[in-house]
């Protein structure tokens, strides 16, 4: 078992900045890929970013690439989405997950998942 824990969230201006903390505890966090997902009001949760457990690769949606940043700290057992050049657009809850195995883009692959934190920007 695993458990998620999120941090980060709030109202910003568009252009700005926030990260995004995922805290895990329970069984081994390095064995697990990481990802983000996000979900806005009557949208599908969408898929934002992932790392791998093994080389630490990432992967990102195209509507997020240059302006998203993952990335994990195993030591800490804890997971971060950094975000730059905020839009409305990006206003959602985001919910960061964990997959045992390697990274998949599909929610479906993941186990585990925190109770999201609440992401607005304000135009």
């Known amino acids: 078992q695993v458990q998620l824990v999120e941090s980060g969230g709030g109202l910003v201006q568009a252009g700005g900045s926030l990260r995004l903390s995922c805290a895990a505890s329970g069984r081994t966090f390095g064995s697990y890929a990481m990802g983000w997902f996000r979900q806005a009001p009557g949208k599908e949760r969408e898929f934002v970013a992932a790392v791998d457990w093994s080389d630490g690769s990432t992967y990102y949606a195209d509507s997020v690439k240059g302006r998203f940043t993952i990335s994990r700290d195993n030591r800490k057992n804890t997971e971060y989405l950094q975000i730059y050049s905020l839009k409305p657009d990006d206003t959602a809850v985001y919910y960061c997950?964990?997959?045992?195995?390697?990274?998949?883009?599909?929610?479906?692959?993941?186990?585990?998942w925190g109770q999201g934190t609440q992401v607005t920007v304000s135009s």
């Open positions: 997950a964990a997959a045992p195995g390697r990274v998949t883009t599909r929610p479906s692959g993941y186990d585990y």
